[in-house]
């Protein structure tokens, strides 16, 4: 067998980072062992920078790939939602050209699990070759409830087409069911996808604009520019005087594992009552953060203080090329630690590697350099300007 030996200006293990260390890895990549320098012997592979597990990007949409410096920042979310629906249709050729283009650059950065939000089955081609592992969120929308059944049947068809289509891929990939956001799923469409989704991961897009609170909390919001592209000219949503998260969580009960994506406007209050509501109710919850989107389309950062105050599991995620600049987790951690340079570097490789693993059940493989585990090497330059995989 032959072996690969690494040593870097450190190694983080996804745990913590060890210095004067040596990785030692078959020539697939699986770990063979962790070892003080001086135990390494000859032919010791030496680089700068961190050497660590392959990222987890919690929350992407490959599909949207195509709309890349199409809308253009800060533009505020409800005018970029707007052009997302409007500005979809391409031509499918450059759709695919597109998802290629992207699958390849999460390879080459280090990316080496994606939980994947898609409305349409447009990425099986892709996806039926990549050497990621692919969660394949099938993303309902179904504002009304009259409409609920027709879109549900419509959704999970495309969960069918996609599970048929990666059968029999190299890499054993997942799909299932998940809700949009509180301000596109109607109750009768929550109760359906609670059914759909008894004991998997799900996510959902989270309070990313104070609107959507508004939505719940007296029936009139800027999301009603967003109905009135659909035909719906009053909010579909029950008025129940509580914020957009306390309105809908409790449509879950079926032991979920949940991604709340963004969050950027969810108070500390809402953070609190989030984790004992799912304490309480069996569920699970991770806090999936994606500063670069934030940035790009509303200028905000999420509420981390008060996430990891409240002991919450945080996942990152790059969103759609959409929404940033490049789909890269060195580049969201870079951005994190820019504007909180107090969180410790062992705390925000946890958020890229084990802990997202474990949110998107793939800790038997990914996320840390356990004996056994084949979980991506990857090189993270010394001021968290890029990444490279290395096997
Ligand atoms: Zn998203």
Redesign the pocket.
């Known amino acids: 067998m032959t072996l690969r030996k690494f040593q870097a200006t450190e190694i983080f293990d996804g745990r913590t980072l060890l210095p004067n260390h040596v990785l030692i890895s078959d020539s697939e990549g699986t770990v063979i062992d962790l070892i003080p320098a001086e135990q390494a012997g000859e032919s010791v592979e030496v680089m700068k920078g961190t050497l660590m597990p392959g990222f987890i990007n919690a929350?992407c949409?490959l599909e949207l790939s195509h709309l890349k410096d199409v809308i253009p920042p800060h533009t505020g979310l409800i005018e970029f939602l707007c052009s997302v629906v409007t500005k979809r249709g391409f031509n499918p050729a450059v759709i695919q050209e597109k998802i290629r283009l992207a699958e390849q650059e999460m390879y080459q950065n280090g990316i080496v699990g994606v939980g994947d939000?898609g409305n349409t089955a447009d990425t099986a081609a892709v996806k039926k070759q990549s050497r990621i592992y692919w969660q394949n969120f099938t993303e309902v929308l179904s504002f009304t409830d009259e409409k609920a059944e027709a879109s549900c049947l419509h959704f999970e068809g495309v969960v069918h087409e996609l599970k048929k289509a990666l059968a029999n891929s190299p890499l054993p990939h997942r799909t299932n069911l998940v809700p949009h956001a509180p301000y596109s799923i109607s109750p009768k469409s929550f109760e359906w996808i609670n059914q759909a989704t008894a004991g998997e991961v799900i996510s959902m897009?989270n309070q990313e604009h104070p609107a959507e609170d508004h939505l719940y909390q007296t029936g009139k919001s800027e999301y009603l520019r967003l109905f009135k592209i659909f035909g719906i000219e009053q909010s579909p949503f029950p008025v129940t005087g509580k914020s957009a998260l306390r309105s809908v969580l409790p449509y879950f009960n079926r032991n979920q594992t949940i991604l709340l994506?963004h969050n950027t406007s969810t108070s500390e209050e809402d953070i609190a009552w989030a984790e004992q509501y799912a304490k309480e109710n069996g569920l699970t919850l991770y806090w999936c953060l994606?500063i670069n989107a934030n940035r790009y389309i509303e200028n905000k950062t999420p509420p981390i203080e008060a996430l990891m105050k409240h002991g919450c599991r945080i996942v990152l995620g790059t969103?759609?090329y959409s929404s940033n600049w490049q789909l890269s987790i060195a580049k969201e951690l870079q951005t994190i630690h820019n504007h909180f340079p107090l969180i410790p570097k062992e705390t925000l490789l946890q958020w890229a590697t084990s802990s997202s693993a474990n949110a998107l059940r793939w800790e038997e493989t990914l996320g840390s350099f356990q004996k056994g585990k084949k979980p991506g090497i990857v090189l993270l330059s010394e001021n968290w300007e890029t990444s490279t995989r290395l096997l």
């Open positions: 929350h949409h939000i897009h994506v994606c969103d759609s």
